[in-house]
């Protein structure tokens, strides 16, 4: 992904699993029943969200899980039930569990996609895999094995996506299994904005050749150097200038070459008005105004010195709290864009810089714990590079980079 990290040397390998493993951990153990009959669920898959650490509950329906100490969120779920998210601090012994599933009410829609696959169908099953898997080098090399388990409805102005059981990804990029249980996924066409929500379980493909360990784990590399995941590590750890990042306050302003939306439909009518007439002096003046419309409302205005990490958060033994005003910028300097990213935009509108560059935005203060579990995700908005960065470059929150 980025050009300049290509020819690492072999002497940096991804640790998948160290994280929890290195540490203190407790034991969670627990026991899945049917929330009706309150009969055991044997098979029912059990895991930590975003993390590689996962069970599958036995015959009795119980299950046992060991992680790190920490705040976590353990996902149960089963084909037939609604799923369960449980949140908690599990920084000393835990008690025993006892999840319920619900059962699933089936809707007809979804009996109905099971039924019919339609042209359409597939034309928005491409749509909904380019927003969620990425254009990136490894979107490109990833696939979805089970797209049937996709419930998808496509209105006018916007694709609605959710599954109904674990989405199998194979990401040979990375050289990862996802398991991914989709929420929801929502794309706004008229806006071009997309949103998701789900939770992912990973696992490492079967052992390999040395050559393919070896491209995978420079290729996790360069999926994590500049990502959020090493941002946000970076500023729990109190290093993110070491690491490479720069911060800066930015704000969206209006664009000044842009005319205003009422202007531009004056403009609109007016051309209207002159169209059947053979020759106007006002055409190509009108045509010149009503194509600045393509124009980006907003700008961004970025202050030129580099914020100190107190200025917009909050370190309280690894706990960060994020909280600030309008937008941050932050720019990674040791690496370059890849070249996927820089082919995504349109002739005229591609980057200047050649590193890297992201902005957040929150709509409340964001908490992120030690793990890398954040408290209200739907909080934070994310734009530029770490927009671009979607499911197939995404890592589990359980690995470290190693000498």
């Known amino acids: 992904?980025?050009?300049?990290?290509?020819?690492?040397?072999?002497?940096?390998?991804?640790?998948?699993?160290?994280?929890?493993?290195?540490?203190?951990?407790?034991?969670?153990?627990?026991?899945?029943?049917?929330?009706?009959?309150?009969?055991?669920?044997?098979?029912?898959?059990?895991?930590?969200?975003?993390?590689?650490?996962?069970?599958?509950?036995?015959?009795?329906?119980?299950?046992?899980?060991?992680?790190?100490?920490?705040?976590?969120?353990?996902?149960?779920?089963?084909?037939?039930?609604?799923?369960?998210?449980?949140?908690?601090?599990?920084?000393?012994?835990?008690?025993?569990?006892l999840f319920e599933l619900a059962p699933l009410v089936v809707e007809l829609k979804e009996l109905e996609i099971k039924a019919e696959r339609s042209r359409e169908w597939y034309e928005n099953l491409k749509t909904f895999q380019f927003f969620f898997l990425g254009s990136s080098e490894n979107g490109i090399r990833s696939k979805i094995l089970n797209p049937e388990v996709l419930v998808i409805d496509r209105q006018e102005s916007s694709l609605k996506v959710r599954s109904v059981d674990f989405l199998e990804i194979e990401n040979h990029g990375l050289g990862l299994h996802i398991r991914y249980l989709l929420s929801s996924f929502q794309y706004d066409i008229d806006e071009g904005i997309f949103r998701y929500m789900g939770y992912p379980s990973y696992m490492e493909f079967d052992g390999g050749k040395r050559h393919k360990l070896n491209r995978w784990a420079k290729a996790r590399k360069r999926a994590y150097l500049?990502?959020?995941?090493?941002?946000?590590?970076?500023?729990?750890?109190?290093?993110?200038?070491?690491?490479?990042?720069?911060?800066?306050?930015?704000?969206?302003?209006?664009?000044?070459?842009?005319?205003?939306?009422?202007t531009i439909e004056e403009a609109k009518k007016r051309m209207q008005e002159i169209q059947e007439l053979p020759y106007s002096l006002f055409k190509d003046s009108l045509n010149a105004l009503i194509e600045k419309e393509k124009l980006p409302k907003t700008i961004e205005k970025v202050e030129e010195d580099l914020l100190a990490?107190?200025?917009?958060?909050?370190?309280?033994?690894?706990?960060?709290?994020?909280?600030?005003?309008?937008?941050?910028?932050?720019?990674?300097?040791?690496?370059?864009?890849?070249?996927?990213?820089?082919?995504?935009?349109?002739?005229?509108?591609?980057?200047?810089?050649?590193?890297?560059?992201?902005?957040?935005?929150?709509?409340?203060?964001?908490?992120?714990?030690?793990?890398?579990?954040?408290?209200?995700?739907?909080?934070?908005?994310?734009?530029?590079?770490?927009?671009?960065?979607?499911?197939?470059?995404?890592?589990?929150?359980?690995?470290?980079?190693?000498?």
């Open 309 to 403: 990490s107190n200025t917009y958060s909050r370190n309280v033994e690894g706990v960060i709290e994020l909280d600030f005003e309008n937008y941050l910028q932050i720019t990674f300097k040791h690496a370059k864009l890849p070249k996927e990213y820089v082919k995504g935009f349109h002739s005229g509108y591609r980057p200047v810089y050649e590193n890297p560059v992201s902005s957040i935005h929150l709509i409340a203060p964001l908490t992120i714990y030690p793990s890398g579990q954040e408290s209200n995700p739907l909080n934070l908005h994310l734009y530029g590079y770490w927009a671009w960065q979607k499911m197939a470059d995404s890592l589990p929150m359980d690995f470290s980079l190693e000498d």
């Open 1 to 97: 992904m980025f050009k300049q990290l290509v020819a690492v040397s072999f002497a940096f390998f991804l640790s998948i699993g160290s994280n929890f493993g290195m540490a203190q951990q407790v034991s969670i153990t627990g026991r899945i029943v049917d929330g009706t009959t309150n009969e055991p669920l044997p098979f029912a898959s059990v895991f930590i969200n975003n993390s590689m650490q996962g069970s599958v509950a036995d015959q009795n329906g119980q299950f046992e899980l060991k992680v790190n100490k920490g705040v976590y969120e353990i996902i149960v779920s089963m084909m037939g039930y609604d799923r369960l998210v449980y949140q908690a601090d599990f920084t000393s012994n835990p008690p025993t569990y």
């Open 226 to 262: 500049g990502s959020w995941m090493h941002f946000k590590r970076a500023l729990r750890d109190g290093i993110v200038s070491e690491e490479g990042f720069e911060v800066r306050r930015m704000e969206l302003i209006p664009n000044p070459d842009r005319p205003d939306d009422q």
